[in-house]
């Protein structure tokens, strides 16, 4: 992959020139009009939750959409997408998942000048891996998420996959007033040293779910993406069994999760197959029960009445085809270790921190409520971050991440995917490889990946009160 990274930096490199632009011009060998272009344009809109006869909540929009449009992207293939941004205040895009040159990665001050209101910049990659992704900013991340910029990111595999439907969950948890308004108080100390800005309604697509209407007999791909603040999500299909076939984008070993339940973190995709073998006219709830005492039928699967699409499942295999991930060297690893300290109860308050790294967020009420071997990364991101560590291109890091607090935690890389070898010692099953490695309190994971894509590269929670409060750093691959 790095003669794409490579590739893909030179073309833009070309675009700053463009004045001078023949010779460049020439170089390629195809139609230079056969880049996808995009337009994404981030504003204030309005939101119907309820449809159309409910009521509208003023909401944050890519394209005046929440969620934004699904960007369908092709496997290999360079995009183009330009964001305009309509708010006032500064923002970025960050295509969550996606293995694509630090320049792209969209972290303000990090990666790129954040895109002042009025201001757009152009994001150039090509996507190496097929699978369920995500774009968000990654400025004022807390609010603007919460106000509702997110959209899903699809690569299509090269060859089609069999399923008769590819359908979509983009799951958002919001926090509303009785008037149905996005509640304030972003960024309370009790949600940033707790679980997290968790809210009151959530919705599938941008509207409170109503039905899932299917055929008896059909055989679904549901990807599955929470797009939430802070709330986690164990999803169970009554009368199903759904089958996982990528996490976090990533194809992984066919299996029936534990217990029937599909952790959903925040930030967190997984992939389903679901052959649907209810009976006619029957209806299924899906469940989310991840907080005790707390369950709720997010939705249900409703069946048509009509015949059986087919009288057994479809015999097509269900796995799909593994992306070009380079493959870690174990024996020849560097070892790394993060550990994940403060947050309530955790020992009080973050207690023997050496070098605490208030990076100052104007606006955060309390400062830092949590912090990574010692030291507080507050906000989105900001130039001249130190880095945590450094490894040499190509190297394989042996990461692993000790989480010391009382909370649950989905840390996120950018930039690379996690080969994910054990789980409190014991290994992970599947071949599974994550973006972001959900840890429960006192959990140690561990997890391997080759470094072969250069520049400062963040790893933070993704619940985002936890993010902005200082559970986030940066690595940096030379
Ligand atoms: Cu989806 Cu730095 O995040
Ligand atoms: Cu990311
Ligand atoms: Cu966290």
Redesign the pocket.
């Known amino acids: 992959m790095k003669h794409d990274f490579h590739y893909t930096m030179s073309r833009r490199g070309f675009l700053v020139v463009a004045a001078g632009a023949a010779v460049s011009a020439s170089l390629r060998p195809t139609r230079a009009s056969a880049v996808d272009e995009r337009q994404i344009k981030v504003g204030p809109g309005q939101a119907l939750f309820n449809g159309a006869n409910g009521a509208s909540t003023a909401v944050w929009t890519y394209n005046g959409t929440v969620p934004g449009p699904a960007l369908r992207l092709r496997q290999g293939e360079p995009v183009r997408i330009t964001v305009e941004n309509g708010l006032d205040e500064d923002t970025t895009v960050?295509w969550?998942?996606i293995r694509l040159p630090n320049a792209m990665d969209g972290v303000p001050g990090l990666t790129q000048p954040p895109i002042k209101p009025g201001g757009s910049f152009t994001y150039e990659f090509t996507p190496p891996d097929a699978g369920t992704f995500w774009y968000h900013p990654h400025a004022d991340s807390l609010v603007q998420l919460g106000r509702g910029l997110a959209g899903p990111l699809i690569v299509e595999e090269r060859e089609p996959v069999v399923v008769d439907r590819d359908l979509l969950w983009l799951l958002q948890d919001w926090r509303l007033t009785a008037d149905g308004q996005i509640a304030g108080g972003f960024g309370g100390m009790m949600d940033a040293s707790m679980s997290g800005r968790v809210g009151n309604v959530v919705t599938i697509n941008g509207e409170v779910p109503a039905d899932l209407g299917v055929r008896a007999g059909e055989r679904v791909r549901l990807r599955l993406a929470n797009a939430s603040l802070a709330r986690m999500m164990a999803l169970r299909f009554e009368a199903h069994r759904p089958v996982v076939v990528a996490v976090d984008g990533q194809p992984c070993d066919p299996h029936e999760p534990e217990n029937g339940r599909i952790v959903l973190a925040p930030a967190m995709r997984v992939d389903i197959v679901l052959d649907m073998q209810g009976d006619p006219g029957s209806r299924h709830a899906v469940i989310d029960d991840f907080y005790d005492g707390l369950a709720y039928t997010l939705a249900n699967v409703a069946y048509d009445k009509g015949p059986p699409l087919r009288a057994h499942p479809l015999d097509a295999p269900v796995g799909l085809p593994r992306n070009p991930l380079p493959a870690p060297d174990l024996a020849r690893a560097v070892r790394q270790e993060i550990v994940l300290q403060g947050g309530m109860m955790g020992g009080g308050k973050l207690k023997g921190l050496g070098g605490m790294m208030g990076m100052g967020m104007p606006g955060m009420n309390g400062g830092a409520a949590w912090a990574i071997n010692g030291m507080s990364m507050t906000g989105d991101g900001h130039a001249g971050m130190a880095p945590q560590f450094a490894l040499e291109r190509g190297a394989t890091c042996h990461l692993t991440m000790r989480n010391e607090t009382a909370w649950w935690h989905p840390m996120?890389v950018?930039g690379f995917s996690l080969s994910v070898l054990s789980r409190n010692g014991a290994p992970v099953p599947h071949r599974q490889w994550q973006?972001t490695v959900l840890l429960a309190p006192r959990d140690v994971i561990e997890c391997a990946f080759v470094a072969d894509n250069p520049g400062d590269w963040m790893l933070h929670c993704h619940v985002a009160d936890h993010q902005m409060a200082g559970l986030m750093t940066v690595f940096r691959v030379k």
């Open positions: 960050h969550h998942g996120h950018h973006d």
